[in-house]
RNA sequence: GGAGAGGUGGCCGAGUGGCUUAAGGCGGCGGUCUUGAAAACCGCUGUAGGGUUACACCCUACCGGGGGUUCAAAUCCCUCCCUCUCCGCCA
């Protein structure tokens, strides 16, 4: 969420800053709202003042027992009651109307995010590995899973349906051990590892922004009602939820493996074949809560960790700075890293590192108090992929992939999974 | 699923209708003392919104969420949520 004092202040600041994502936004009717609810306010406090104050009169004449005076008081606050309550109710209304603008509200694109319309007009940052010349016709990772026998598409979707697979034996084996491989890295980097909660309340859902503005995105269980995590950055992000950290708590750095559940509605068409689009994915997550003056160079660092995890497994991969147009919800900067995938003979995206600056902290309440000063202020967080498993393992499949249908075990996955090659 | 207990400021914890603008403690900040630190002592210290150039001052709200009773609610009533304990069931 933005800061509504920012928004009442410099509405057209605002509004072009939002046209670069390609949001057309008319703040007449929130401007007009605003100014009726603080005349509004206004009144209220004042006649709640008057209230207030007449009630400690009530108290001391009723020790000095002069009844009379009492009654006279106690109508004319009945009436100011109904009337306040009248006005309260109007208040309520307004600030309803006002909240639910707020949220719909994207971030405000860093000065440093290149203009663009769509993911066309992404800008490389860098690119790191050649991508391996075959002389042979690379097959997809699909075609690899099956004649290996590790991948089942078909009996997952009997079991479950389509967008899902089953990992079996040695799939399921290099599953497990990329995400030990993740973890461990990560941790080695300062990162605490935590397992959370994979379904979560609408409360969390709010605080990340994945609600009010994509539930159609996010499966939901019914009696109770919960949500089932479409990454682990909302349980994450939401431990701190409503926190009031000290200075030295931060910076925190948090690392988790979970699985990850999203509808991909809207994506009707692509990617229906193979594991890269799931409505089941497992993904190893980092989550920063920092002071925001560190953020920019946080997420630096952030997405460097996330690229050693590619280094480490020699998989050629490049950095995208996503354009405006292509900004997350609640983004005010991402790296997307794209590893190369040879059957596709393509960059695909298998990492993506944001920095929110103080939006999800502001909707989540998450807020810290500097050493020896007054007040609190709103932590920066920020979040990326360390990185997407299934991804991983579709890459693993087509670049080591060899003639005779074999995949060659990468060098640094070895203590995780003691084999040359997959066969 | 059944029974019971409870949710109060950064943390712990008192408070059952009106001198509560929430006691007290811990923590934090400042000071005295000290070569320095600790201890001791003194003072200050919740969050948010509005009025304001102003974190000076004034007003309002906030004691799990929502609603109600009342001139007045942390306190009484209703309702929902959450936590804990015991029993049952269970990986």
Same mark, same amino acid.
């Given at each position: 969420?933005?800061?509504?004092?920012?928004?009442?202040?410099?509405?057209?600041?605002?509004?072009?800053?939002?046209?670069? *994502? &390609?949001?057309?936004?008319?703040? +007449?009717?929130?401007?007009?709202? @605003?100014?009726? *609810?603080?005349?509004?306010?206004?009144?209220?406090?004042?006649?709640?003042?008057?209230?207030?104050?007449?009630?400690?009169?009530?108290?001391?004449?009723?020790? /000095?027992?002069?009844? @009379?005076?009492? @009654?006279?008081? %106690?109508?004319?606050? %009945? $009436?100011?009651?109904?009337?306040?309550?009248?006005?309260? @109710?109007?208040?309520?209304?307004?600030?309803?109307?006002?909240?639910?603008?707020?949220?719909?509200?994207?971030?405000?694109?860093?000065?440093?995010?290149?203009?663009?319309?769509?993911?066309?007009?992404?800008?490389?940052?860098?690119?790191?590995?050649?991508?391996?010349?075959?002389?042979?016709?690379?097959?997809?990772?699909?075609?690899?899973?099956?004649?290996?026998?590790?991948?089942?598409?078909?009996?997952?979707?009997?079991?479950?349906?389509? *967008?899902?697979?089953?990992?079996?034996?040695?799939?399921?084996?290099?599953?497990?051990?990329?995400?030990?491989?993740?973890?461990?890295?990560?941790?080695?980097?300062?990162?605490?590892?935590?397992?959370?909660?994979?379904?979560?309340?609408?409360?969390?859902?709010? &605080?990340?922004?994945?609600?009010? =503005?994509?539930?159609?995105?996010?499966?939901?269980?019914?009696?109770?009602?919960?949500?089932?995590?479409?990454?682990?950055? #909302?349980?994450?992000?939401?431990?701190?939820? !409503?926190?009031?950290?000290?200075?030295?708590?931060?910076?925190?750095?948090?690392?988790?493996?979970?699985?990850?559940?999203? =509808?991909?509605?809207?994506?009707?068409?692509?990617?229906?074949?193979?594991?890269?689009?799931?409505? $089941?994915?497992?993904?190893?997550?980092?989550?920063?809560?920092?002071?925001? /003056?560190?953020?920019?160079?946080?997420? /630096?660092?952030?997405?460097?960790?996330?690229?050693?995890?590619?280094?480490?497994?020699?998989?050629?991969?490049?950095?995208?700075?996503?354009?405006? &147009?292509?900004? &997350?919800?609640?983004?005010?900067?991402?790296? !997307?890293?794209?590893?190369?995938?040879?059957?596709?003979? %393509?960059?695909?995206?298998?990492?993506?590192?944001?920095?929110?600056? !103080?939006?999800?902290?502001?909707?989540?309440?998450?807020?810290?108090? %500097?050493?020896?000063?007054?007040?609190? /202020?709103?932590?920066?967080?920020?979040?990326?992929?360390?990185?997407?498993?299934?991804?991983?393992?579709?890459?693993?499949?087509?670049?080591?992939?060899?003639?005779?249908?074999?995949?060659?075990?990468? +060098?640094?996955?070895?203590?995780?999974?003691?084999?040359? #090659?997959?066969?």
């Amino acid at each position: 969420m933005l800061d509504i004092k920012f928004v009442r202040a410099y509405p057209e600041k605002v509004q072009e800053a939002l046209k670069k *994502r &390609g949001y057309e936004i008319n703040f +007449e009717a929130f401007l007009d709202l @605003e100014r009726e *609810r603080l005349i509004l306010l206004r009144d209220i406090e004042q006649k709640r003042a008057l209230r207030n104050s007449v009630s400690q009169e009530i108290a001391q004449l009723k020790k /000095e027992e002069r009844l @009379e005076e009492i @009654e006279k008081l %106690r109508i004319q606050m %009945r $009436q100011l009651g109904e009337d306040l309550a009248f006005c309260e @109710e109007k208040l309520r209304e307004i600030e309803e109307k006002v909240q639910n603008f707020m949220l719909l509200l994207p971030n405000i694109p860093h000065e440093s995010v290149p203009l663009g319309k769509d993911e066309n007009e992404n800008v490389e940052v860098r690119r790191w590995g050649k991508p391996r010349e075959f002389d042979f016709t690379p097959l997809n990772h699909w075609d690899i899973g099956e004649l290996l026998g590790i991948i089942d598409f078909e009996r997952a979707s009997k079991i479950a349906g389509s *967008r899902f697979a089953v990992m079996r034996g040695l799939g399921a084996r290099l599953e497990r051990a990329l995400i030990n491989f993740m973890l461990d890295h990560h941790i080695k980097k300062g990162y605490v590892e935590i397992f959370p909660p994979l379904l979560v309340n609408k409360a969390s859902m709010t &605080g990340t922004g994945q609600l009010p =503005k994509f539930e159609e995105d996010l499966f939901k269980t019914l009696d109770p009602e919960f949500y089932l995590i479409p990454t682990a950055e #909302v349980p994450l992000t939401n431990l701190h939820r !409503d926190e009031i950290l000290s200075e030295d708590d931060l910076p925190i750095y948090y690392v988790s493996y979970t699985p990850c559940f999203r =509808k991909e509605a809207g994506s009707h068409g692509k990617d229906v074949r193979g594991l890269v689009r799931q409505h $089941q994915f497992n993904k190893v997550e980092l989550v920063k809560f920092v002071k925001p /003056e560190d953020s920019y160079e946080e997420l /630096e660092r952030l997405t460097e960790d996330a690229e050693e995890i590619l280094q480490k497994l020699g998989l050629p991969y490049r950095v995208v700075a996503l354009c405006t &147009g292509d900004l &997350g919800f609640g983004s005010a900067k991402t790296y !997307d890293i794209e590893v190369w995938l040879p059957a596709q003979g %393509r960059y695909r995206e298998i990492s993506s590192c944001s920095n929110f600056e !103080d939006f999800q902290a502001r909707r989540a309440n998450i807020r810290f108090r %500097r050493r020896g000063k007054k007040g609190t /202020e709103f932590v920066h967080t920020l979040n990326g992929s360390g990185l997407a498993i299934g991804r991983t393992l579709v890459a693993i499949l087509e670049n080591y992939q060899q003639k005779d249908g074999s995949v060659i075990v990468p +060098e640094a996955l070895k203590p995780y999974l003691p084999l040359d #090659v997959i066969k």
